[in-house]
C-alpha cells in the first residue's frame, strides 16, 4: 500500500514489479536497489523512482547480466543523470556503449534459444 507521501512498501514494489521480497531485501543489502526511506518502525520504503531502477534490473536478468553488471550499468547511468564534465561524459558513454553491445549480443542468443524451444515445442505436438 502507498504512503501518504507517495512511497510505497517493499510488499507493494514486490507485486509492482513482480519480483519477490527476498530479491528486493537482497539488492538491497548489497546496494544495488537501496530504498529511499524507512518508516518509524525500520520498514522499507520505495519510491517512484526506486521501481523504475528495479524494473531495470528486472530486464537485464534474463539477459544473464551478473549483479556485479547490474550494479556497473547503474553507476554508469547514475553518473550521466548527475551532470560529470565533458570528458567524464564521454567515458561513461563508451562504457554505456559496450553494455549495448553485450545487450545485442545476449539477446540475439535468447532469440536462437527461442527459436530452438519451438522447434522442439512442434516436434512434441507432432508426436
Known amino acids: 500500500m502507498a504512503t501518504s507521501n507517495g512511497m510505497?512498501?517493499?510488499?507493494?514494489?514486490?507485486?509492482r514489479s513482480e519480483m519477490s521480497l527476498r530479491s528486493l531485501r537482497?539488492?538491497?543489502?548489497?546496494?544495488?536497489?537501496?530504498?529511499?526511506?524507512?518508516?518509524?518502525?525500520?520498514?522499507r520504503l520505495y519510491t517512484e523512482t526506486d521501481y523504475e531502477r528495479l524494473i531495470l534490473i528486472r530486464r537485464m536478468k534474463p539477459l544473464g547480466f551478473s549483479l556485479d553488471e547490474m550494479a556497473d550499468l547503474l553507476r554508469i547511468?547514475?553518473?550521466?543523470?548527475?551532470?560529470?564534465?565533458?570528458?567524464?561524459?564521454?567515458?561513461?558513454?563508451?562504457e554505456l556503449s559496450g553494455?549495448?553491445?553485450?545487450?545485442?549480443?545476449?539477446?540475439?542468443?535468447?532469440?536462437?534459444?527461442?527459436?530452438?524451444?519451438?522447434?522442439f515445442l512442434e516436434l512434441l505436438r507432432t508426436r
Open 8 to 15: 510505497m512498501h517493499i510488499g507493494e514494489l514486490a507485486e
Open 26 to 43: 537482497h539488492y538491497d543489502e548489497i546496494g544495488l536497489l537501496s530504498a529511499s526511506g524507512r518508516t518509524e518502525g525500520g520498514f
Open 77 to 94: 547511468i547514475d553518473a550521466l543523470e548527475s551532470g560529470s564534465d565533458e570528458n567524464r561524459r564521454a567515458e561513461l558513454r563508451a
Open 99 to 119: 553494455f549495448v553491445e553485450q545487450t545485442i549480443t545476449r539477446r540475439e542468443k535468447l532469440r536462437r534459444q527461442l527459436e530452438m524451444a519451438d522447434e
